[in-house]
Each structure stands twice: as structure tokens, then as C-alpha cells.
């Protein structure tokens, strides 16, 4: 069976998503696979994953992530998460929750975040956490992220307490580095204990399926794979006529002439009169013309 769409994988703790990848391919026995927004491997939850010609579509998913987070304080570890090396360990048995809810309206929006040394950030070619492996200076840059929403959910008291949150955010935050934010905010110090992402590219947790549950639908011939379809339902739409739209499936550039009300250099999805999704592009202004161009095709004809 060909096999084109997506799938929701709750990824499992101590896979790299690179791993996940390579597992899905031999499950699927097809080489053209790809994932959306890499977890670390201590991490679990949803990792999109793109089988086919779709792979071409992960970078028009929706952006927004939501994580379950649990933060230990008192630990300063080198990676900012408990797979690292412990640095500093300080009693904080005094430390209280709202201690720390004074702090959390200081995280949200778009702020500056300073990811960990350990990261995935190239440097020069090379990722961050190979130089820091290696003992070497690491300057890590600054990245502006947003973060719409960050919810209590537990407190855990004790001498190395621990906070449970749900952050929904966009891409390209590090939890970790909220984590250790959040301890130097309390002068206590903290790193992540776990974490579980419930929500990215519009898929949810609890719409998941493991190595296991795919592995078994496989095997009854019932594995159904999310369409384009429903993973772009979040960008508008512009339809064309068959004729026209069987021209942009073939790379032509479409002059628009009724150009009112439309926005530039924003992707959109095409479709044609049959409503059938022909592919992603954008309207361009190229020499006082305004034309559709084509970003991905999938080319149903």
C-alpha cells in the first residue's frame, strides 16, 4: 500500500526524533518520510509526522505548541533538564508557589530567551551541544520567542520542590531554558524534570498513536493517515478555475486580475472549482502584476 499523509505520533522517552523517522520507514517500508518540530530525547509526546510527497508541506503547519512541563527546584544541571550534569543542589523547602506566580507574567508574550548550551542550534555548522560536549565556549544566541499562556496545574512541596505547568507557546521556545529562567528568578535554581508536548502542527495528545497502535493498524490494513486537507485548515483560501488551476499545477505563474482585499507574501491554500487541493502558494507583486506563484504542488491531475 502507498501511504500520503500525516500521521500523530506520541513519540516515546529516550527516542531522538531522527530515530522516530528511521522507525516509521521500516514500519512503512518508504524512505520519504519527515517530522515536524523536533522533541528532545527525554521528551515524549506529539511528533507530526509527514509520509510521502507531503513531507514538502511541514512548513506551512500551524506553529503553536503546548506543553506539560514539570520543573524541579533547588538543581542546576548543565543541560537544564535532569539528563545532565548536576552543578548546584540547594535545599528549597521554603520556596512556596506564590513565590513563584510572581514571576510567571514575566514569561509571557514575546520575550528574549537565551537557549541551553546543550541544543540543537548550529554553530558555525556544527550543533551547540557537540562544542559543549567537548568542553568547548559556547555562545549561544539570543532568539525572541512567543509565549501565549502558561497554567499552574500541580505543586509539589518538599526540599527539591516541583511545579507543573502547561505552556502554550510558538515555535522555536526551549522549556528548558524556562525552567532554569524561572529557578534564577527565585534564586534557587531549577532544571525539567519531564516533558510532554500535547499539542504542535494542530495535532493533539490525545489523538495520538504510538509505535505499537501503528504498528497493529498496519498489520489489519486500517491505518488511516491525516489529510493535507485537514493539516492546512488554517490557511485561506483561493480557488481557480480547472483549466487555470491545471496550468499553476504545471509551475505556471497565474495573473490575478481582480486583486482587491488579497494579502501579499501570505501563504494560501489553492484550490479549484471541483474543490480539490491542488497545492500552497502566495500572491507576488512582480512588475505591477499581481500573480499567484506557486509554493508546493501536489499536483492532483
Not at 114 to 129: D, H, N, V
Not at 202 to 207: A, N, V
Not at 245 to 274: P, T, Y
Amino acid at each position: 500500500m502507498q501511504y500520503s499523509g500525516f500521521l500523530n505520533l506520541n513519540k516515546p522517552k529516550d527516542f531522538t526524533s531522527h530515530d522516530c523517522v528511521g522507525k516509521m520507514r521500516r514500519l512503512l517500508h518508504l524512505k520519504k518520510i519527515g517530522h515536524g518540530g523536533t522533541l528532545d530525547p527525554s521528551a515524549t509526546g506529539v511528533l507530526p509526522i509527514a509520509v510521502g510527497k507531503v513531507t514538502r508541506l511541514l512548513q506551512f503547519l500551524p506553529e503553536k505548541k503546548a506543553y506539560i512541563a514539570k520543573i524541579c527546584f533547588g538543581i542546576r544541571t548543565n543541560t537544564d533538564d535532569l539528563e545532565g550534569e548536576i552543578l548546584e543542589r540547594n535545599l528549597s523547602s521554603d520556596l512556596t508557589l506564590e513565590d513563584i506566580k510572581l514571576h510567571l507574567p514575566s514569561f509571557l508574550g514575546e520575550i528574549e530567551q537565551i537557549p541551553p548550551a546543550f541544543s540543537a542550534i548550529k554553530q558555525g555548522g556544527t550543533p551547540l551541544y557537540k562544542l559543549a560536549r567537548k568542553g568547548e565556549d559556547v555562545a549561544v544566541p539570543k532568539r525572541i520567542v512567543k509565549i501565549e499562556k502558561i497554567e499552574v496545574l500541580k505543586w509539589f512541596c518538599g526540599d527539591f520542590p516541583e511545579l507543573e505547568l502547561k505552556i502554550t507557546c510558538g515555535s522555536g521556545t526551549y522549556i528548558r531554558a524556562i525552567a532554569r529562567d524561572l529557578g534564577n528568578l527565585v534564586k534557587k535554581g531549577a532544571t525539567l524534570g519531564s516533558l510532554e508536548r500535547v499539542l504542535s502542527c494542530g495535532m493533539e495528545i490525545k489523538e495520538s498513536l504510538t509505535f505499537e497502535e501503528i504498528e497493529t493498524k498496519i498489520k489489519e490494513d486500517n491505518l488511516t493517515l491525516i489529510s493535507p486537507e485537514k493539516m492546512l485548515s488554517h490557511l485561506p483560501i483561493f480557488s481557480l478555475k480547472n483549466e487555470i488551476g491545471k496550468r499553476w499545477c504545471q509551475g505556471q505563474k497565474i495573473m490575478i486580475e481582480d486583486s482587491l482585499n488579497l494579502a501579499f507574501n501570505r501563504v494560501i491554500r489553492v484550490k479549484n472549482e471541483d474543490n480539490l487541493l491542488l497545492g500552497v502558494g502566495e500572491f507576488n507583486l512582480i512588475e505591477n502584476e499581481v500573480l499567484l506563484i506557486a509554493k508546493v504542488v501536489l499536483n492532483p491531475y
